[in-house]
């Protein structure tokens, strides 16, 4: 029998927790990169199959750097009660909302680092990786939350959806500096649609109602493409209003770049763009439903796209901005909703850094699997690329650390991580806030 795509190769879980310090490295670790790297992604216990990459337990790879060194790595599984009762995500009382993977991304907002994954609540986890349980907001989060919110630079808030199978389909929601949840309102749709992300620009809220739909026939992941839902960009003034739709050509997008304001009012937004048969192709692979062994190098076939909306004219300019096979795009959070330069995005075996001023792209090899380059910024930094990217690299059973100079891409220096880390989603560096 076939092992399915999602158990093998990169993406191949690994069978226990472990623990290892003083990590060799080659290179030099700044000094000033003081903090906390944390990965989060799928990963099974053994003898289990998921039926979907997005559906393994939540793991998180974690790496303390401090004064050069790179004092510890360990890993450990995120204990949902998912995980630790095997509780159904829907049982006879309803959505268990705590009954969830949390495997997709790990921030920090406030005092909370919180492990999400789209369908259900976060998890609370320690700077030492172990579980504190789930986080509804002091009872106030009654629906799902996305994976990917975020956090307004100015205003420390943080901003989020959850999205659902039942109507409301979708619910906005704002969390204070502090961490209390402040509002919720509905955004309407039409149907249930998969919104992986969306994005916040200084004075709107952008969201992406495409063609891929919930379908219970799926099985493990129910959703599907279905073209004649078509595909639209919403716009919703933070302060409140109607939601004003701009039709755009359908496909799908897991991950948008920044977006922002420009100087004429419009809204910019950047994204790894799916054509749906792009789309199709791997949704079937990560399902397990195609060999992997006929399965081409590069996992991913999204390009770099623009959307400009004009709620002037009504008008939307769609543009490529790159044909290469480009996923996971980060930049300088200090930035986000407001006018940025730099991209950061992974290829096959590649960081990508674009200049979207100039149009200028720069391009560094890593010989392996390449995870999600988090941008780091520099104590004191001047320059929005003033800083680092911190990206996990795997080839064969070996994984390291990468760090490069975000201004140029060059390697500043490699942490030789005691055992392979599986292909995942999503991470972020934490910098120290008080002493370790």
């Avoid at 030099?28 to 990965?39: D, K």
């Amino acid at each position: 029998m076939t092992t399915p795509y999602y158990l093998s190769g990169t993406l191949a879980p690994v069978p226990d927790e472990t623990d290892a310090h003083d990590l060799p490295v080659t290179g030099a670790l700044p000094p000033e990169l003081a903090g906390r790297y944390f990965r989060n992604g799928p990963n099974p216990r053994p003898g289990e199959n998921p039926g979907h990459w997005f559906a393994g337990h939540g793991m998180i790879h974690g790496i303390r750097l401090n004064e050069g060194r790179a004092e510890w790595y360990r890993n450990r599984w995120i204990r949902t009660k998912k995980f630790t009762d095997n509780a159904p995500f829907l049982g006879d009382q309803g959505l268990d909302l705590a009954a969830v993977t949390a495997n997709t991304h790990v921030i920090r907002h406030g005092e909370r680092i919180l492990a999400l994954v789209e369908n259900g609540l976060p998890y609370e986890v320690t700077p030492e990786l172990a579980t504190v349980g789930p986080c509804d907001f002091g009872g106030r989060l009654t629906t799902a939350m996305t994976a990917h919110p975020k956090q307004d630079p100015v205003t420390g808030e943080l901003h989020f959806f959850g999205y659902g199978f039942f109507p409301p389909f979708v619910t906005y929601h704002r969390v204070s500096a502090g961490g209390e949840l402040v509002e919720s309102r509905e955004i309407e749709v039409a149907e249930s649609t998969m919104m992986h992300d969306f994005a916040v620009t200084e004075h709107y809220l952008i969201w992406l109602d495409l063609p891929v739909v919930f379908d219970l026939e799926r099985g493990a992941m129910p959703y599907a493409w279905r073209e004649s839902y078509g595909a639209r960009i919403g716009v919703t003034p933070r302060a409140g209003g109607p939601t004003r739709w701009f039709e755009i050509d359908p496909c799908y997008v897991f991950h948008v770049g920044n977006a922002w304001e420009d100087a004429e009012g419009r809204i910019v937004l950047n994204a790894a763009r799916y054509a749906g048969q792009s789309f199709g192709t791997l949704w079937d692979r990560i399902s397990g439903a195609q060999d992997p062994a006929g399965q081409a190098a590069t996992m991913f076939d999204s390009v770099l796209h623009r959307w400009t909306l004009d709620p002037a004219t009504g008008k939307v300019v769609d543009e490529s901005l790159d044909d290469r096979p480009v996923e996971f795009p980060t930049f300088n959070d200090g930035l986000l909703g407001r006018t940025s330069r730099y991209l950061y995005m992974v290829s096959d075996q590649a960081v990508v850094k674009y200049d979207q001023r100039s149009g200028a792209c720069l391009t560094h090899p890593t010989g392996g699997h390449t995870g999600e380059a988090v941008f780091a910024p520099a104590p004191g930094a001047e320059g929005e690329d003033d800083g680092w990217l911190l990206s996990v690299v795997t080839s064969g059973d070996a994984s390291r650390l990468l760090v490069l100079d975000a201004s140029d891409l060059s390697e500043v220096a490699s942490v030789r991580l005691p055992r392979r880390v599986p292909a995942g989603f999503h991470g972020s560096w934490f910098e120290d806030q008080t002493a370790p």
